[in-house]
């Protein structure tokens, strides 16, 4: 999202709570509708990144300068390559034409204003036109749509599956759709604007006022621009996207966007047919059915449309921002419409708040959450030493019912990369939570695009400050220069070391679709292990199974000490696997070198294991 990590958690809560306060449910732990049969693993690539060979990397460069990837880079080559690494869909962030620095006026594109852009290339979040793409992405702007169409085409050819995004709670300031399907009209188009709300309308309104722009840095970095003015025509002024009400936003607010209306009055009550108790346990289809013939409002339907628009595209999923700022009554709507065209549909939302979770999974019908304030947090707070692994235990717990639908990652456009100071300190030490992260659920991993070649986002791009991967400006991402080699996708440049990173994340990816066990039952066998004076402070382990597959878990989140230990399998562990005394082998399924043996005695299992600095084992027992 837009400078999301900037924003305080109050500002963030107040809105939430304000606008889309939610009821606390008991929920039924049923099984879900539908269960995968393998993991799902999905590749996330800022789009306008992927393919850029330039490397010069100048703050605020403009396109010129700094260089840009197409959709066209995304050859077969490339998503064979993709797919090798063990994908099963490819997220394309930043697709739906969004606002930015630079005159395409010859394909009758407004120009937008660099006081409401953030950087020159614009954030993927403040969407311009919904029913286009982004001009930058495209050989030729005039054919941007039928580029993107291609690259749909070519993916699924390859065997993977797309997401894009779509971002319901706001849009761009200056949003002018141009490419409206025939009966389509703009947002804001017929609402009326002198009063602060009203349900059909698409936005909120501060009459009578106009919009203030926010103090804070200059513009382009104080290079001449015609539209840089201290003005933006907005009159009366709109709400601001994360919620703010004031007509001169703070630096810190998503100013170059405003908020989306969905029937949510200023007081936070809800101006909309509300979910029958009991819905928590209805199919989508129940959910689609409920919704015919019920009066929504406007907004509703014009996101359903668009989202419906892209389907029809071959578009197989979405991922939608900061989906707890939108009532789950909406998404119920949304979603269930998607799945009557789509069963299949990949639906991924973005919400921070644990005590909202199931809501939106049961209620609001989306697949799959970000797990970020649990384990993702969690991880990271381990590999800096500020957390005991064993606090992975009690999340799980706290999981066991939604756990499917938790999606775990590590590194993602909004977050520091996880190979840079701020976050592990180096690739090597990431290893262990990749695979804690890959292997703990049932749930879809996703990696985002670098990652597997120790990319550290190391450059100021401007706008976009070092440990991310610039979201907002012109720039290369070097690590992942090197594996594209100048387009031949063959990691030719790739060091020693980033080479066997790469290999790493391939041969762990590609386990952890084809594995049984990561589909199966989980249960945690750290606390048996406590007790063992030689099991250090930094290990962790737990175990995986199905009725073919019986896997034990082992990560050392220590960069420094090397352990050796007899690891203990507890009888609970040792009676669901239904194993008779005696010696089993183990076998590492990584690299197949480390061996070691599971002798049964008694009903128990003890296993000698010798475990390397930021090393991990899955074992298979045989």
């Known amino acids: 999202m837009i400078s999301k990590r900037l924003i305080t958690a109050g500002i963030t809560l107040t809105v939430l709570f304000s606008a889309c306060k939610t009821q606390d449910l008991k929920m039924s732990t049923a099984k879900e509708e539908t269960a995968a049969e393998k993991k799902v693993v999905v590749y996330q690539v800022f789009t306008r990144l992927f393919g850029n060979k330039n490397q010069t990397n100048k703050p605020w460069g403009t396109i010129e300068e700094n260089g840009v990837g197409k959709f066209n880079d995304f050859t077969d080559k490339a998503l064979h390559e993709i797919k090798d690494l063990g994908v099963t869909y490819i997220w394309y962030t930043g697709v739906p034409h969004h606002a930015l620095v630079r005159d395409y006026t010859a394909y009758g594109i407004s120009n937008d204003d660099p006081e409401v852009v953030k950087g020159r290339a614009g954030s993927p979040y403040a969407v311009k036109d919904y029913y286009n793409v982004n001009p930058d992405l495209a050989v030729d702007p005039a054919k941007r749509l039928e580029e993107f ?59 009578r006022e106009h919009f203030e722009i926010p103090d804070g840095d200059i513009p382009l970095n104080g290079e001449k621009n015609p539209l840089v003015d201290g003005k933006f025509d907005e009159n009366p002024a709109k709400w601001t996207g994360n919620g703010s009400r ?12 405003v908020k989306v209306n969905y029937g949510v009055r200023p007081d936070g009550s809800k101006d909309f047919p509300e979910l029958p108790a009991g819905f928590d346990q209805k199919s989508y289809k129940e959910h689609f059915a409920f919704w015919q013939e019920k009066d929504v409002p406007d907004s509703w339907k014009k996101f359903r449309d668009i989202a419906l628009y892209w389907t029809a595209k071959g578009v197989d999923g979405f991922r939608y921002d900061m989906a707890e700022m939108v009532p789950y009554e909406f998404w119920s709507y949304m979603n269930s419409s998607i ?22 999974i049961r209620l609001g019908k989306m697949d799959y959450l970000y797990d970020k304030v649990e384990t993702y947090d969690k991880l990271k707070d381990i590999i800096q030493g500020k957390s ?20 775990h990652f590590l590194d ?45 986002g190391n450059e100021d791009a401007g706008f976009g400050k070092r440990s991310r991967t610039s979201i907002f400006d012109y ?25 066997q990173l790469r290999d790493f994340y391939k041969r762990l990816l590609n386990f952890t679709i084809n594995s049984s066990a990561l589909m199966g039952s989980f249960e945690e066998i750290q606390s048996a292990n406590r007790q063992n ?36 399998i507890p009888s609970s562990v040792i009676s669901k696997w239904n194993l008779k005394d005696g ?22 299992g003890l296993a000698r294991v010798k475990i390397k600095p930021s090393e991990s084992f899955i074992y298979e027992v045989n």
């Open 149 to 207: 169409e291609a690259l749909i085409k070519r993916t699924h050819n390859a065997g993977l599956k797309v997401i894009i995004d779509i971002v319901p709670n706001h849009i761009a300031r200056k949003y002018e759709g141009k490419s409206n399907p025939v009966g389509v009209k703009d947002f804001g188009a017929d609402d009326d604007v002198s009063v602060e709300y009203k349900r059909d309308n698409n936005f909120y309104y501060i009459p």
């Open 246 to 257: 004031k007509v001169k936003p703070d630096q810190n607010d998503w100013y170059e966007t």
């Open 339 to 360: 799945k009557m065209k789509n069963p299949n549909a990949f639906l991924l939302a973005e919400v921070y708040n644990p005590n909202e979770y199931r809501n939106y």
């Open 388 to 407: 005991s692994p064993d606090e992975l235990n009690d999340i799980q717990k706290r999981m066991t019912d939604i756990e499917h639908h938790m999606l």
């Open 412 to 456: 993602n456009h909004d977050e520091q990369r996880l190979a840079s100071p701020e976050f592990a300190g180096s690739p090597e030490r990431g290893k262990p939570l990749m695979v804690v992260s890959a292997t703990l659920s049932t749930s879809p991993t996703m990696i985002y695009f670098g990652q597997e070649v120790g990319e550290a």
């Open 475 to 499: 720039i290369g991402v070097p690590n992942h220069q090197r594996w594209m080699n100048e387009g031949k996708f063959d990691g030719g440049q790739l060091s020693e070391s980033e080479k």
């Open 533 to 568: 004076t030689n099991y250090d402070a930094l290990l962790y382990s737990y175990v995986r199974w199905s009725e073919k597959q019986k896997l034990i878990v082992i990560a050392n989140f220590s960069s420094e000490k090397e352990s050796e230990f007899e690891l203990k």
């Open 583 to 604: 010696s089993y082998v183990l076998v590492d399924k990584l690299y197949s070198v480390s061996k070691t043996y599971l002798n049964v005695k008694n009903g128990e």
